[in-house]
């Protein structure tokens, strides 16, 4: 099956709006976000972010760009999320308010996806390493024999800011009408590793 990366700020509409900052109420525990980390009772009720001021745009899409490097989304492209990923997820309901601090809209989810995969082919995906820790991946490369038990939505274990989908979860998204708004993805490329893959963490 084909995977994608998900690009979380395609910059292809200026009038879209930008997020700079986590939502109210989280405090030091917003790296639980960025790790795939459960935040249960720590995410704060009545979430909320503003749309920044140093982006003019004002209208809110399906993929709402930010810079915290958090998967915001629609309710409608949430259900077809909720309805086809069975692996563990966490869907936390946001408002997003514009540039005037009134609500733009209560209809969002940030979608924190429990865990990482390990689905990369590290001998030709393009890593960087320091004192044998990753740094930076610069290339993703996936493993096929490493995807034959993963999620249609999953973080990367060697970056787990980085949000892949499957085919068919791309699929049931080109269902809606209309489709959705500043969701962009990218193919990646699949080449078998020479050694046996290791198992996930979810």
């Known amino acids: 099956m084909k995977y994608h ?3 979380l700020m395609p910059r292809e509409n200026r009038n879209f709006c930008f997020i700079d900052d986590e939502p109210e109420g989280i405090g030091i525990k917003s790296y639980k976000l960025g790790k795939g980390l459960p935040l249960g ?3 704060p009720p009545n979430a ?4 920044t001021d140093r982006h003019k745009g004002i209208q ?3 993929l709402i760009e930010n810079a915290c490097n958090l998967l915001i989304i629609s309710k409608r492209v ?3 999320i909720e309805r086809v990923n069975k692996a563990p997820t966490e869907y936390l309901p946001l408002s997003i308010y514009n540039h005037k601090k009134r609500a733009a809209s209560t209809d969002y989810f940030i979608i924190n996806p429990l865990g990482t ?3 990369l ?3 030709t995906s393009d890593i960087v390493y320091h004192n044998d820790k990753v740094v930076d991946v610069r290339n993703f490369v996936l493993d096929p024999q490493k995807l034959e038990n993963a999620p249609h939505l999953f973080r990367v274990q060697e970056d787990s800011y980085t949000y892949i989908i499957s085919e068919q979860l791309r699929q049931e998204l080109r269902t809606l009408d209309p489709l959705p708004t500043n969701f962009f993805i990218t193919e990646l490329e699949q080449v078998p590793s020479h050694t046996r893959p290791t198992s996930s963490t979810v």
């Open 48 to 51: 909320r972010v503003f749309m």
């Open 121 to 123: 082919n590290l001998e």
């Open 117 to 119: 995969f390990d689905c």
């Open 5 to 7: 990366l998900i690009h």
């Open 41 to 43: 009772s720590d995410y």
């Open 60 to 62: 809110v899409s399906d």
């Open 78 to 80: 949430k259900e077809v």
